[in-house]
């Protein structure tokens, strides 16, 4: 039975905590092939991948390009550092077989590795077998492991030990049933929405809804971290359907007396449950929505625009130069034929100068964009995935330098603005949408941000546009949403204000 290892591997490599520095390293050095390979692997949506940690979901999908990007020895090098004993022990072992994990690991050791630990160790055996073309066993433990592998692509692929929509007719009505029972008996609404469980007049129901509040507190966060994730009738159907599988008097040979409590108790304790898991599912769609792992191609796109940007400035150097020396021969020219056309070719002087004047002008604002832009791409390449907040909360400093600042702040998301322009009133602003905004905006200014995260060409151009007629006026970007970061990077580019 031929069993794809790839996303088995991804997932060993993914919850093997000792080697997720090392595939770090790796996937910086050719992060955008990697990505991509990553992205177009049949097994980045896969639900072995996905149904994982937030975290071990990257670690999985970076591990996805590396095992498509990277060749035998690389990986070889890789299931070394990540499974030293294993890999020892399948580089001395004339043929592959599952019992190699035991002859590797003590049995005192095996009773402490979780079942991800224990299965990364198998499949990394099968995988270095392949690696090093050594034949595979046929004993029973290791077509037994080949089979639990097949079996589990299978579950994955649909086949999970509870699917409401799977259910009978009959099973649905029951369910049905049920659940408007307990909805009559403790008062719970979906029509509520995110408050589904605040108009019960149950006392148990109210109690674990107290109960479960107070984990909330606990915590520090809100219950409002549920908002988003809405119950229906349905959800309801489905939790009554999982209480008549698991927890019916019959099954459990209890008396029918405490039925009630029993279902008005799992009801409110599977409404949480149920919301948190559709609540984190929500916050990673974010993420990968969000995060920089997306952002690579883009990152890219910057990469090649600077370098454009780059060609082109070299290019108005050498039209300069060259305009230089031509304003030199028709000088000569002009002194040689002075007196047949002096008025000519001081008209034409004067023309020239007037162009070399705007070509200086241009070429200085070209080159005080690509500034900025070279020192916005330098902040965007150190960052890490996650940015982490900083250890200083005093904005104090940060204000006190930019008090006297006459400064412009150009993008950003209106809600950003309105942070910002709180704690910098005498500032001036323009959003993103306003493409008509009067260029005189920026003669009375020192310095103008542009917030480059939330900003679209059509405006970016209008600004770069106006700025050219302001050469004193200084550019800086911004691409951070912390408030106390954006005060800082605005301080630290005030001080190179003349």
Same mark, same amino acid.
């Given at each position: 039975?031929?069993?794809?290892?790839?996303?088995?591997?991804?997932?060993?490599?993914?919850? %093997?905590?000792?080697?997720?520095?090392?595939?770090?390293?790796?996937?910086?050095?050719?992060?955008?092939?990697?990505?991509?390979?990553?992205?177009?692997?049949?097994?980045?949506?896969?639900?072995?991948?996905?149904?994982?940690?937030?975290?071990?979901?990257?670690?999985?999908?970076?591990?996805?390009?590396?095992?498509?990007?990277?060749?035998?020895?690389?990986?070889? @090098?890789?299931?070394?550092?990540?499974?030293?004993?294993?890999?020892?022990?399948?580089?001395?072992?004339?043929?592959?077989? *599952?019992?190699?994990?035991?002859?590797?690991?003590?049995?005192?050791?095996?009773?402490?590795? %979780?079942?991800?630990?224990?299965?990364?160790?198998?499949?990394?055996?099968?995988?270095?077998?392949?690696?090093?073309?050594?034949?595979? @066993?046929?004993?029973?433990?290791?077509?037994?492991?080949?089979?639990?592998?097949?079996?589990?692509?299978?579950?994955?692929?649909?086949?999970?030990?509870?699917?409401?929509?799977?259910?009978?007719?009959?099973?649905?009505?029951? @369910?049905?049933?049920?659940?408007?029972?307990?909805?009559?008996?403790?008062?719970?609404?979906?029509?509520?929405?995110?408050?589904?469980?605040?108009?019960?007049?149950?006392?148990? *129901?109210?109690?674990?809804?107290?109960?479960?509040?107070?984990?909330?507190?606990?915590?520090?966060?809100?219950?409002?971290?549920?908002?988003?994730?809405?119950?229906?009738?349905?959800?309801?159907?489905?939790?009554?359907?999982?209480?008549?599988?698991?927890?019916?008097?019959?099954?459990?040979?209890?008396?029918?007396?405490?039925?009630?409590?029993?279902?008005?108790?799992?009801?409110? @304790?599977?409404?949480?449950?149920?919301?948190?898991?559709?609540?984190?599912?929500?916050?990673?769609?974010?993420?990968? *929505?969000?995060?920089?792992?997306?952002?690579?191609?883009?990152?890219?796109?910057?990469?090649?625009?600077?370098?454009?940007?780059?060609?082109?400035?070299?290019?108005?150097?050498?039209? %300069?130069?060259?305009?230089?020396?031509?304003?030199?021969?028709?000088?000569?020219?002009?002194?040689?034929?002075?007196?047949?056309?002096?008025?000519?070719?001081?008209?034409?002087?004067?023309?020239?100068?007037?162009?070399?004047?705007?070509?200086?002008?241009?070429?200085?604002?070209?080159?005080?964009?690509?500034? *900025?832009?070279?020192?916005?791409?330098?902040?965007?390449?150190?960052?890490?995935?996650?940015?982490?907040?900083?250890?200083?909360?005093?904005?104090?400093?940060?204000?006190?330098?930019?008090?006297?600042?006459?400064?412009?702040?150009?993008?950003?998301?209106?809600?950003?603005?309105?942070?910002?322009?709180?704690?910098?009133?005498?500032?001036?602003?323009?959003?993103?949408?306003?493409?008509?905004?009067?260029?005189?905006?920026?003669?009375?200014?020192?310095?103008?941000?542009?917030?480059?995260?939330?900003?679209?060409?059509?405006?970016?151009?209008?600004?770069?546009?106006?700025?050219?007629?302001?050469?004193?006026?200084?550019?800086?970007?911004?691409?951070?949403?912390?408030?106390?970061?954006?005060?800082?990077?605005?301080?630290?580019?005030?001080?190179?204000?003349?």
């Amino acid at each position: 039975m031929d069993v794809d290892l790839t996303p088995f591997l991804a997932e060993a490599l993914a919850t %093997n905590k000792r080697v997720r520095k090392e595939i770090d390293a790796l996937y910086q050095q050719d992060r955008l092939r990697y990505f991509e390979l990553a992205k177009n692997s049949p097994w980045y949506t896969h639900v072995i991948v996905t149904s994982a940690s937030l975290t071990t979901e990257m670690y999985a999908r970076r591990a996805l390009g590396l095992l498509a990007g990277m060749d035998a020895p690389q990986l070889t @090098a890789l299931f070394r550092k990540g499974w030293p004993r294993v890999a020892k022990a399948v580089f001395r072992a004339p043929v592959v077989s *599952a019992t190699i994990v035991s002859d590797a690991i003590p049995a005192a050791e095996r009773e402490l590795l %979780n079942d991800d630990e224990f299965n990364g160790c198998a499949v990394v055996v099968l995988a270095l077998g392949q690696l090093l073309g050594k034949p595979m @066993a046929t004993d029973s433990i290791t077509s037994g492991l080949i089979q639990i592998l097949h079996g589990r692509l299978k579950h994955a692929a649909g086949e999970r030990r509870f699917d409401y929509g799977q259910l009978s007719g009959k099973e649905r009505q029951a @369910a049905k049933r049920v659940a408007k029972d307990v909805r009559r008996k403790a008062g719970i609404s979906p029509r509520l929405g995110a408050r589904i469980l605040y108009e019960m007049d149950d006392r148990l *129901a109210v109690t674990w809804r107290d109960a479960f509040e107070f984990l909330f507190d606990g915590e520090g966060v809100a219950e409002a971290i549920l908002d988003d994730a809405l119950l229906d009738e349905d959800g309801l159907d489905e939790i009554a359907a999982i209480y008549n599988m698991c927890f019916t008097a019959d099954s459990l040979g209890l008396a029918a007396s405490g039925e009630n409590a029993r279902l008005v108790e799992f009801t409110v @304790a599977a409404i949480y449950i149920k919301r948190l898991v559709m609540a984190y599912k929500q916050v990673k769609q974010t993420f990968w *929505a969000n995060t920089a792992e997306v952002l690579y191609p883009e990152l890219n796109s910057l990469t090649q625009d600077v370098s454009m940007l780059r060609e082109e400035h070299a290019r108005l150097v050498q039209e %300069n130069v060259a305009l230089r020396e031509q304003n030199v021969h028709l000088q000569k020219l002009a002194y040689s034929e002075y007196d047949r056309a002096r008025a000519e070719s001081r008209d034409a002087i004067y023309q020239l100068g007037a162009e070399m004047g705007q070509l200086k002008a241009q070429v200085e604002a070209d080159r005080r964009e690509m500034a *900025a832009l070279r020192e916005l791409f330098f902040d965007l390449s150190t960052e890490t995935n996650v940015v982490a907040m900083s250890p200083e909360t005093d904005p104090a400093p940060y204000l006190a330098k930019l008090r006297g600042v006459r400064g412009l702040i150009a993008g950003g998301h209106e809600r950003w603005q309105q942070r910002i322009k709180t704690l910098l009133p005498h500032f001036t602003f323009i959003h993103t949408d306003v493409l008509n905004f009067d260029p005189q905006l920026f003669a009375g200014a020192d310095v103008v941000f542009v917030h480059s995260g939330y900003v679209s060409h059509g405006f970016y151009y209008k600004v770069m546009s106006a700025l050219r007629s302001f050469p004193d006026v200084a550019l800086h970007y911004l691409h951070g949403t912390n408030s106390l970061r954006t005060l800082k990077e605005m301080s630290a580019a005030v001080g190179e204000l003349p």
